[in-house]
């Protein structure tokens, strides 16, 4: 029999999704709260939850084997002060879906105009200012995995053509050009949407710096979906201050909540979206668990296995 | 030896593209302007513009044989007072992917309550309400021709259920669900986002009537790219009005531009945006163009052929 405590801010959905699954030989304790959860199931050998409760709660839990985080991003957990002696597992595959929606959302909205419409029908205006078309735009995207990958998919359903900037990977067929290493401005002088998906690791901090910003073409969006610290973050609010850039869709900072000090509340055509670009919904994480449970209960390799010296 | 006059607003976009075409014993006359058109191509055999242009044109050329719109939309063709003795083709085909930008660019704008996070945006709060998911909502479709069969594509990449309403045609293979005749309700009842896409004619008008905006639910959003008549603007605006729908995106109406004393321009969630849903850019047109213009010289039958009884 195994032990899961599951600490989430929606212990009763993951609590009934898990129910529902019938996973064999396994007791399950769910909280919202680490305290409570560690009272009622601090014997546990697996651990399912957001990054920071995981972190809070990983000191006082002996028998822990398996982590399942029930998010991407894995930074947290690399922080050298804490353990390494269990399996971190994380979610991927479920998330390229959702940051679909989300940037072409918002690249159907620059497109089409959304803004300049809506202050045309505050006026009582009747609007026919041709709207743009995402087809035979370029996308460039830094960091092509699983959702860069989807997102190539979907830029290829609306006819856009796809660059990618990758340490050296070639593997998506849906990329109508490769950049790597060197090529960071090549690649940024070519790109319409400039989509940064890649995790934070030492290789990616300040990837996108003052050079690559600045060889972008006037027009260029710049949307992070990956994380804050990849991006010069200065760098970049100084060109949309200064209009080098035609905006920004920025979903991740450095610092979260971004501080009320920031330029980005004000910088023109800048959206901001407080890290809600790809939510890791209950029945998608429960989805990946119990897969990963099935796999565990058997004795096989887990996916999604993390890796603490590279960084994801 | 043929000779065409095309009629529209970017005459000089359309000679260039034509000429580029090379296209065989072709002469053509462009003008923005019937009047300047007619005086330098009268004699015309061939006729591209669009309807209302060519309307203003159609009793002064006594060698016509073919007109091809730049639009879909043929309405104004079909007045009973105008001559029906030459071959008309409207465009299809180009406009599915166009028309798929504007409708899944409002979607995703509901689903990620673009504008809400905005206003959180102006007050420098950081806004981690949840988005919505297009994935497992369901498109219905009213009409399922080019454009709708291109929707339904692009519903599917999202991971969207699309329920059709047609009269009879089951041809889609993206379609989930078929309804038809007596069950507009039923259809009604089980859509997230109603897409009106057919075209105008005594069978489709008022169709999207009171009684089918009731049987909607109360999130559901109305989009119409088709055509105002199809819908009871009234009861459309009074829904509105009264919050019994989520919103509308109203790119078409029964009189257009819309009148300053309509209810619209201050209906809650309502999105105007002045008949720009999908543009006929030139290089679409010519294509189209060129391709029939091939089948004429050859003596084949041309796509895209207009039935002045059926109304499309």
């Known amino acids: 029999m195994h032990q899961m405590l599951v600490l989430t801010p929606q212990p009763d959905d993951y609590l009934r999704l898990i129910t529902e699954a019938a996973l064999p030989d396994l007791q399950v304790v769910a909280s919202a709260d680490v305290a409570d959860g560690l009272a009622r199931g601090g014997h546990s050998d697996i651990l399912l939850g957001d990054p920071t409760r995981v972190k809070a709660a ?6 822990l084997v398996w982590t399942q985080l029930t998010w991407a991003g894995v930074e947290p957990m690399l922080d050298p002060s804490l353990r390494r002696d269990y399996v971190l597992t994380n979610i991927r595959g479920v998330f390229g879906p959702l940051m679909s929606e989300f940037v072409f959302g918002y690249l159907l909205l620059f497109e089409r105009q959304v803004l300049a419409r809506l202050e045309s029908q505050r006026a009582h205006r009747w609007d026919t200012t041709l709207p743009g078309t995402l087809r035979g735009r370029t996308l460039g995207l830094v960091g092509v995995g699983s959702i860069g990958t989807h997102l190539a998919g979907t830029a290829r359903h609306f006819g856009m053509r796809v660059h990618g900037y990758t340490r050296s990977s070639r593997a998506c067929a849906d990329v109508d050009q490769y950049f790597h290493g060197e090529d960071r401005t090549a690649f940024a002088r070519g790109v319409d949407y400039l989509v940064i998906t890649v995790p934070n690791t ?11 910003i600045g060889a ?23 060109a949309l201050q200064a209009q080098r850039l035609g905006g920004a869709v920025l979903d991740v900072f450095s610092e979260e909540p971004l501080p009320s000090t920031s330029p980005f509340w004000t910088t023109p055509n800048t959206f901001i979206t407080g890290h809600t670009s790809a939510p890791s919904f209950p029945r998608d994480i429960v989805g990946v668990f119990a897969d990963n449970y099935r796999r565990f209960h058997a004795g096989h390799p887990l996916r999604h296995r993390v890796d603490f010296e590279r960084g994801y």
Request: charged share 20%; hydrophobic share 45%.
């Open 202 to 212: 030492s290789e990616t901090r300040a990837l996108v710096d003052a050079e690559m």
């Open 216 to 238: 972008l073409p006037p027009h260029a969006v710049v949307i992070n979906v990956g994380r804050g610290r990849t991006v010069d973050e200065a760098a970049l609010a100084e």
């Open 58 to 63: 990983l000191p006082h839990l002996p028998q």
